[in-house]
């Protein structure tokens, strides 16, 4: 399933218009008919957007090979948290860090309250690495 053809369906099932869906995510009603005529897709920052408004994950709307709407969407908060702090390298580094750090655990079930530890665990070590190291470098660093 297309970047296109996963927003017009996860819309549908919400039964929400595209206008309805352009106001919550903040972009044009142009933009929302070019998502789901093909003619554009959207930017990293927007797909987390679009996610959260369908109740779906960024990894459904990112990856054409997923079918599961609900893949990983348990690590999208995490990884808006550090974009909303260290913008677009920052949700680059935490998607990273979960991905890696996810398959010490291949083969192993975890309880969904042991992966949020987890991942919160992840994103506060990344946070106070990230902050001291603005302390220690100045804000670049």
């Given at each position: 399933?297309?970047?296109?053809?996963?927003?017009?369906?996860?819309?549908?099932?919400?039964?929400?218009?595209?206008?309805?869906?352009?106001?919550?995510?903040?972009?044009?009603?142009?933009?929302?008919?070019?998502?789901?005529?093909?003619?554009?897709?959207?930017?990293?920052?927007?797909?987390?957007?679009?996610?959260?408004?369908?109740?779906?994950?960024t990894k459904f709307l990112s990856d054409?090979?997923?079918?599961?709407?609900?893949?990983?969407?348990?690590?999208?908060?995490?990884?808006?948290?550090?974009?909303?702090?260290?913008?677009?390298?920052?949700?680059?580094?935490?998607?990273?860090?979960?991905?890696?750090?996810?398959?010490?655990?291949?083969?192993?079930?975890?309880?969904?309250?042991?992966?949020?530890?987890?991942?919160?665990?992840?994103?506060?070590?990344?946070?106070?690495?990230?902050?001291?190291?603005?302390?220690?470098?100045?804000?670049?660093?």
């Amino acid at each position: 399933m297309t970047f296109s053809e996963k927003i017009r369906s996860s819309r549908e099932m919400l039964e929400i218009s595209q206008t309805e869906l352009a106001e919550q995510v903040g972009v044009s009603r142009r933009t929302i008919v070019a998502y789901e005529a093909g003619e554009a897709t959207a930017r990293k920052s927007t797909i987390a957007k679009l996610a959260r408004v369908l109740k779906v994950s960024t990894k459904f709307l990112s990856d054409e090979n997923c079918n599961d709407p609900l893949a990983d969407i348990e690590k999208d908060p995490y990884v808006e948290q550090a974009r909303a702090l260290y913008g677009g390298t920052g949700a680059r580094d935490m998607e990273a860090l979960l991905r890696d750090n996810t398959a010490l655990f291949a083969g192993g079930e975890l309880s969904q309250d042991e992966k949020d530890a987890f991942f919160e665990a992840i994103t506060q070590a990344y946070f106070a690495s990230k902050n001291e190291a603005r302390r220690k470098f100045g804000p670049k660093g």
